[in-house]
């Protein structure tokens, strides 16, 4: 840093006490008059000169340091002020955009005056017999079959805004959630894709994922069950695996509890923050049902009153796609419910409060590849919305709890390489076994555990 800042100093300095004399000419000895034989060495000269100046910058920055924390002296100029000032606004005008749903330079970019609330709203046009259509697409295509080794082919979907976190940290949370959710896909043969897009401006929001399913299960026709899952939900037990033979009579599975559906008519009796939907036209049908619910405006605000009205304990706001989904199931119950699972067996869906404070208790009673309440299948932290600028829970307690959830998933993972955690809110992690010759049979007993633990087993 010293020699950065001495050159431009020397220049000025010297200029005016020598009447420009270059920064490389000895100015004492010009302004003097004397020879270099009777000056000090030229060398030593430069050196003694180069370190006077050093220790006065270092006094200089300190001074304005203390000067600025204890007085708040400012000495940039009004000049360098409007300039920093002009910065700080254009970042935050494209930040702005970023964040809005808005695009400036699209013309075809529809007002929220076009939009009809008379009109039924669709997601595409009306498709019929995507049974019989699938059916033969997979009959021409073997190289893509939709089981492999008896197993059905299944489609992770995942995915967050297009736009930045309104919290900055919410973005690495973000990239957690996903490497846990690779992960648990890597170790179980499932695919995955994340979606950064919104395919359908008039469903934002909650409803979001809608068109996403319809376009996967059309275009993706070697797929047999597609699971969505929410940003902010972590798997929690990695060697659990669904049994999806239990499923094989079904089109739809969805955490929830009979009661609160059928008897109470709760409005939280089902969460679709994870749930999977079979790839045939029953599922094209019931999207086409629930998506009418959903277009932002008139539409989503009439529903939402509607659905407050019928399902008990609902707060009164616009119509999500959990309430939609519950209110259709139960007024049309003959035409759907035959093919919905509900799923309370394990955590499909497990609520963060009063499970990410247990994990330690977990960990010394039990092990992975239950499920349930004892190690939790699925951690999912509603109400925290980590990349908001707003939430139902503390913004701390919510990250740190995240931290915990996601910890207590990696030390299963990384205990393949020998490694764990150092504690379940510490990104450090330890050795926590010696390198042998013979590492492979840590590798069994790492699959043993992944094939031999699972919920279809169990």
Known sequence: M??????????????AAAGGVLPTTNAASAANGRTGRGAMPRGRQIQKTFNNIKITILCGFVTILVLRGTIGVNFSSPDEETINQQLIEEANRVLAEIRSDVDPDDPDEPSDSETNPNATYSLGPKISSWD????????????????????PKILLVTGSTPKPCDNP?????????????????????????????????????????????????????EIEWIWWMDSDAMFTDMVFELPMDKYKD???????????????????ALNTGSFLFRNCQWSLDLLDAWAPYGPKGVIRDEAGKIMTAYLKGRPAFE???????????????????????????????????GLVDRYEEM???YHPGLGDERWPFVTHFVGCKPC???????????????????????????????????????????RIRNDTTAPLEFVDQFRHSVTGKSGSQN
Request: with cysteine.
């Open 169 to 221: 940290i919410g973005d690495h949370y973000l990239l957690k959630s996903v490497k846990n959710k690779i992960d648990y896909c890597r170790l179980h043969g499932i695919e995955i894709i994340y979606n950064m897009a919104h395919l359908d401006k008039e469903l934002s929001g909650y409803w979001a994922k809608l068109p996403l399913l319809r376009k996967l299960m059309l275009s993706h026709p």
């Open 132 to 151: 019989l259509d699938r059916k033969a697409w997979l009959s021409h295509n073997a190289e893509f079959p939709s089981h492999v080794d008896g197993k």
């Open 250 to 268: 079904y089109n739809l599975v969805v955490h929830g509890y009979h009661d609160l559906m059928f008897i109470q008519k709760s409005w939280i």
């Open 388 to 430: 908001g600028s707003y939430g139902d829970y503390p913004v701390e307690r919510c990250l740190k709890s995240m931290e915990r959830a996601f910890n207590f998933a990696d030390n299963q993972v990384i205990k393949l390489y020998g490694f764990g955690h150092r504690g379940l809110l510490s990104p450090k992690i330890k």
């Open 2 to 15: 010293g020699q950065d800042n001495f050159t431009p100093l020397k220049r000025s300095s010297t200029g």
């Open 363 to 365: 960990m010394e009673k």
């Open 319 to 353: 119509a999500d796609d959990q309430s939609a989904l519950i209110y259709l199931l139960l007024t049309q119950k003959d035409k759907w419910i035959d093919k919905v699972f509900i799923e309370s067996e394990f955590y499909l869906h497990g609520y963060w409060v």
